[in-house]
């Protein structure tokens, strides 16, 4: 009984190991939309750009792609 317990343990170290590795890899996709706006005050619309072409386009900014300011930024929520 004992045996199968270390076992079941290593198992589940195992599981807990390879998950965490595979978190820490940039492999996941980033869901949401590149947006976009001609000037400050303009209204952002969709551009279909992908992540990395709206990170490229995000590089004129030099902010966090991630915050609405700028001209570029990716909307996780694609609203």
Known sequence: ???WGYL???GA???VFVMALCGLTETHA???CCKERS???A?????GKTFA???EANQRDKDNIFQRQGLVWWDVNCQ
Request: net charge positive.
């Open 43 to 47: 209204s952002w619309y969709k551009s």
């Open 8 to 10: 079941l343990g290593a």
């Open 30 to 32: 980033i869901s949401g």
């Open 13 to 15: 170290l195992a599981f």
């Open 53 to 55: 072409q709206c990170q």
């Open 39 to 41: 000037s400050y005050t």
């Open 1 to 3: 009984m004992k045996k």
